[in-house]
């Protein structure tokens, strides 16, 4: 076979791909937080998200 | 009955034995210790040329060593250095005679540690010009003209079959189709053709069985092969069936993604300008169905010089798992004294890795600078969708290797052609 | 073809003959040049040593061209200002003559033309010209002045009394018979035509070689 190294490369690539595809892996990266409790739904005002840095060029606002 | 292989002889100017390995064939031999050029058929040796070399050099293949090529026997015979000056500066090679009683006469020449195996050819070939560059086609190959240069004789030590001198001249011309070149020697008596053959320092080493190792090549020579051009070639193959693979898998993807809306809220209005957290809301519980899937959250929002944020919470109900992040939709226009300008989107799509099957809720809090008094959204919620970025990024990672590979070919070919006359002309001009 | 003998009114001995109508030969024991006349031979002059040779090629090598064998039965040594050849007369299975020139190791069969056309005389002949021998298109590509240095075996003429001779080469255009040539003798007072090809020595299956010392 020519070129052993690229065509391995390619392949397994392309395996890679395909994995990613059928697990539904994306480039985004969201906070993920476990047990959060019944009670936002009931108060989803008083809920706080667990993230600290900016998104875009939009205000974070906290509090009241 | 054996014949004798040399024959001795004495010189005329120094008395020094001298040996004459061609017999009958030689027509100029060098005396080795005064240099002076003899004529071979002349009983008496008598004197072509006193010795006249401006400097004395040293073959790297002893006169009289017998090396295979090509399985067959060739004893170095003669050895000639030969030059030609391209502005002001003087390039030197060497040319070995080689001799077998059986086969005749072959030549090695050598320049700056790039050797080639050279053979005189019959018949003059056909000649082709095209975009103003001769060519000639030769055996199904194309040669290329690489240069026209007149060589002088500098040195000379052994035996030739022709008569030689120090300072002789004649004008070459090359043409190349790496590995071979074909040249092309005229002198006013006759035109002499000869095709040579790149080879290996190392395989003329280990033909002749010199000692040590052959001096390193440097830079790329005329007719040296092309390490490069032909992998950046079938590369740039391998290249394709991979895009075609993944063309296939895109259409593959296309077809198969389910692209499920398992959310949606047509519109929603919101007021700008209330307490922030009097503004979040849950949205009711969605199904999300299937195997662990991307879930795509679209969120549109009719801005108008300005901007909105929304602060989600994707909760899945039962295991508590919740995934965070914030989407910001953004759109100005105007118009200057180049016309209508926009920019941002009313529009935003965010596609989150891996969620497994379940019920969901959306806690949302939006946030907006508008200048109206109200904003009207509205937020897509669906499961498995096809997205090309993975793709394009797998095509854009493939292609690095040929390209670079394409890159070191060109660099190769652009360091050969520039020793050629058609070197593209520096505004600068060092020498390398 | 069968050997036969004869003495050299030279010196005695008895010669051995390759080829029976040779018209001239040389005595290899005292080197006197001797002429066919009638059933005699008659001795015409001497020749001086001929100079060591790396010639592959003897008298008596044997070897095979165009399905037809052959035997090298004669040699002439050429000279001219930029260098010399052999040339090697050759006496076929067939009854044909055959030439083999030797030059640097460069080997070419020749046969006279059969149809040789009009050749043109001597002081017509320009390098570049044109020429139909043997339904080929041949062009002069050179005009070589060469002297006899030397003779050896049998030839289909004399040379003792002929000093140097004029030769034409053609060549045919590169058209990928580049192996072919043609030669315009012009020792006799009619110029002779030959056509003939380039060969490696290893066409020749040749046997009977002159063997080197130390090849």
């Known amino acids: 076979m020519k070129h052993p190294i690229y065509t391995t490369f390619g392949a397994l690539l392309i395996v890679l791909l395909v994995v990613a595809e059928l697990r539904g892996w994306t480039p985004m990266r969201p906070t993920e937080v476990k047990n959060i409790p019944r009670s936002i739904r009931d108060n989803p005002g008083a809920y706080r998200p667990h993230y600290r840095t900016f998104f875009g060029s939009g205000h974070y606002m906290r509090g009241k | ?432 | 073809m069968t050997a036969r003998t004869a003495a050299c009114p030279n010196c005695g001995a008895t010669i051995e003959f390759r080829w029976s109508s040779a018209v001239q030969t040389v005595c290899p024991y005292c080197k006197a040049v001797l002429v066919r006349r009638d059933v005699d031979l008659e001795k015409v002059g001497m020749v001086g040593d001929l100079p060591p040779t790396s010639s592959p090629i003897q008298l008596g090598t044997e070897g095979r061209w165009q399905d037809d064998g052959f035997v090298v039965v004669g040699r002439i040594v050429y000279r001219y200002d930029r260098g010399g050849w052999n040339e090697w007369y050759l006496r076929t299975m067939r009854g044909e003559s055959a030439w083999l020139s030797d030059a640097q190791g460069d080997l070419a069969i020749s046969a006279p033309a059969r149809q040789p056309g009009l050749l043109p005389a001597a002081t017509h002949l320009r390098v570049g010209q044109w020429y139909v021998i043997d339904d080929t298109r041949f062009r002069v590509a050179s005009l070589t002045r060469a002297r006899y240095a030397g003779v050896e075996g049998e030839l289909p003429f004399t040379t003792w009394d002929r000093d140097e001779s004029l030769f034409a080469d053609l060549d045919t255009e590169g058209s990928g018979d580049a192996l072919r040539f043609a030669t315009i003798d012009y020792s006799d007072d009619a110029p002779a035509a030959y056509v003939g090809e380039y060969v490696e020595l290893e066409q020749l299956a040749a046997r009977n070689l002159r063997r080197i010392e130390g090849w």
């Not at chain 2, 993944?246 to 919101?270: D, K």
């Open chain 2, 1 to 432: 009955m054996s014949a004798p292989a040399v024959a001795s002889l004495t010189c005329p100017q120094c008395g020094a034995a001298i040996e004459l390995r061609t017999l009958d064939q030689a027509l100029s031999v060098v005396c080795g210790s005064c240099g002076s050029i003899l004529d071979a058929r002349d009983p008496n040796l008598h004197v072509l040329q006193e010795f006249k070399a401006r400097q004395k050099f040293e073959p790297q293949i002893p006169l009289g060593t017998r090396g295979t090529l090509k399985g067959e026997k060739w004893e170095a015979v003669g050895y000639q250095v030969r030059g030609i000056v391209v502005d002001g500066t003087t390039y030197c090679w060497d040319e070995y005679l080689l001799f077998n009683p059986y086969k005749g006469f072959r030549y090695l020449t050598q320049y700056d540690g790039h050797w080639n195996d050279v053979q005189v050819i019959k018949a003059a070939p056909d000649e082709h010009t095209s975009g103003g560059r001769p060519y000639i086609l030769l055996h199904g190959e194309t040669f290329k003209h690489f240069q026209t240069a007149t060589a002088e004789t500098y040195f000379v030590l052994g035996e030739f079959p022709w008569q030689v001198r120090v300072g002789d001249t004649a004008v070459t011309r090359d043409f190349v189709a790496p590995p071979r070149m074909l040249s092309e020697e005229r002198t006013p008596e006759e035109t002499t053709w000869s095709l040579g053959t790149y080879m290996p320092a190392a395989q003329i080493w280990s033909a002749f069985g010199l000692p040590g190792k052959p001096p390193h090549a440097r830079g790329v020579y005329a007719n040296q092969p092309d390490a490069y051009m032909p992998l950046a070639g079938s590369m740039a193959k391998r290249y394709l069936l991979f895009v075609a693979v993944i063309i296939a898998l895109i259409l593959l993807r296309l077809v198969t993604a389910s692209r499920e809306t398992v959310f949606a809220t047509n519109s929603a209005f919101f007021r700008p300008g209330a307490p922030a957290d009097s503004l979040a809301f849950v949205t009711p519980s969605f199904t999300v169905s299937g195997r662990t899937a991307n879930l795509e959250v679209t969120t549109e929002a009719q801005v108008d010089n300005g901007w909105a944020y929304f602060e989600y919470a994707l909760v899945n109900e039962a295991t508590g798992t919740t995934y965070e992040f914030g989407r910001e939709v953004s759109y100005y226009y105007g118009r200057d004294s180049d016309g209508n300008w926009s920019e941002g989107s009313r529009r935003d799509r965010a596609v989150l890795p891996s969620v497994p099957a379940g019920q969901y809720f959306l806690r949302v809090l939006p946030e907006a600078e508008v200048p109206t008094s109200f904003l009207e959204y509205r937020i897509v919620v669906r499961r498995d969708v096809p997205t090309l970025t993975p793709y394009l990024f797998c095509l854009a990672l493939l292609a690095l290797p040929p390209i670079l590979v394409a890159l070191r070919a060109w660099g190769m070919e652009s360091a050969r052609w520039k020793e050629s006359d058609y070197a593209p002309s520096s505004d600068d001009d060092d020498d390398e």
